[in-house]
Every structure is written in C-alpha cells, then in structure tokens.
C-alpha cells in the first residue's frame, strides 16, 4: 500500500546512508549535533554532510541549544533546526529559537511522557512539532512507539501546525502508525537502522516501498 506521507530520515552520519536517502525520495535529512547522542555528529562533519543534501531538504538535530551555539549553526547552510526540549523549557528559550532561525524554520520536538500535557506555548514560536517516542533517559532515537492517537487529537485541533510523528517506526508497524494517527509527515530513526546511527539499506528500502511510489 503506498502511503503519501513525507519523510524524514535522521541520525544521518555515512556519505552512503544520505546518499541512499535521497535515492529512496526523502524529503528531509536530519543531522545530530547533540553530543551525548550515539548519533551525534561535530558541527563541522554535520555541515559536510549536509552539502550533499539539495537545498530545502537539511535539519539540524540539537537539545536545548544555547542562543551563541544556534547562531553559529545557524551559518551552516541548514534549512530547519529541530530542537529537543524537556517540559521546564521557558517562553526566554523558545523566543530566543524563533527569533534567530524564525517560525518557519523551527521544529520543536518537546519530551512528553505519557502523563505529560502538551505545551501550548511552542506553538506561538514554531511551524513544526515532532513528537517522539519517549525515554525517561533519552531525547530522541528513543526507539519507542509514541502516542499515535494523541498525535492525531493534537493534529485535529490544531490543523495550522506542522506534525511530525516519531517513535520507532519501521517496515513492520509504519502502515498501522500512519493510518492510526493521521501523519502527513514522519521521522525515521532507529528502525531502519542496523546499529545507532548506521542505516540498514534493506530496512531502508522496504519501507520506502510502502511510503513513495516507484
């Protein structure tokens, strides 16, 4: 069943796997910079891989990025930045985000448990909201499934936003997820991975077969 959705695919760190990437119709290409991630890249090798990226496509990965370190990344060349941030995030943070890449260009993905309410406020400050599997220890790549129907409430009640859902999607579960909660646009990570930050061609390529026409 081919699924029109967008996609993104993130934790990007080989020439090969970004390559494979836009061969299979990826829309979005992500790069960590976040350093305690196994998929962190430095600043300088995410750069050099995004140049293979066509223009509109690159984000950059990050965790609660302090306003000098977004300025310099923000010379990179990167199209969007995505930044991961715990529920204390204040309005100071999220101000200073917009103000320096700007509402169209940010995505916020916030770090929801399952009890946790949605914050409001990052909507006023960003176009995109991904919403990711969740660990307690861990932002991002969590490998956990999300809330699929919380996805689609938040989608339904807020149609001007830009959602992207998260959370361990792979060949296996990526029909059920999309049609489950309603994502015009997801991200993909560790399952379609063989180790942390290190794409399996064959998980790759079968679940782009489900997702982009031939």
Do not use: M
């Given at each position: 069943m081919y699924l029109?959705?967008?996609?993104?695919?993130?934790?990007l760190t080989r020439e090969s796997d970004v390559d494979l990437a836009l061969e299979l119709g990826?829309?979005?290409?992500?790069?960590?910079?976040?350093?305690?991630?196994?998929?962190?890249l430095s600043f300088r090798r995410a750069?050099?891989?995004?140049?293979?990226v066509p223009e509109g496509r690159s984000v950059l990965v990050d965790v609660e990025t302090g306003a000098d370190d977004l300025e310099r990344y923000r010379e990179g060349g990167f199209?969007?930045?995505?930044?991961?941030?715990?529920?204390?995030l204040g309005l100071a943070s999220l101000a200073a985000w917009s103000g320096l890449v700007g509402y169209e260009r940010?995505?916020?993905a916030p770090r929801l448990g399952p009890t946790d309410?949605?914050?409001q406020m990052v909507l006023e400050f960003a176009n995109t909201v991904l919403l990711d599997g969740f660990h307690k220890e861990l932002y991002g790549g969590t490998g956990k499934t999300g809330d699929w129907k919380g996805f689609?409430?938040?989608?339904?009640?807020?149609?001007?936003?830009?959602?992207?859902?998260?959370?361990?999607?792979?060949p296996g579960n990526v029909s059920e997820a999309v049609a489950s909660s309603g994502a015009e646009t997801i991200d993909l990570c560790s399952g379609v991975e063989s180790e942390p930050g290190l794409k399996d061609s064959v998980k790759m390529r079968a679940l782009f077969r489900l997702l982009k026409p031939e």
């Open positions: 029109p959705v967008k996609v993104k695919v993130c934790g990826a829309d979005y290409l992500g790069f960590n910079v976040y350093t305690k991630s196994p998929r962190g750069v050099e891989l995004a140049r293979r199209d969007f930045f995505q930044i991961h941030a715990g529920l204390n940010l995505w916020i309410a949605f914050p689609a409430d938040l989608k339904k009640n807020h149609p001007g936003i830009s959602w992207v859902l998260a959370g361990g999607l792979n």
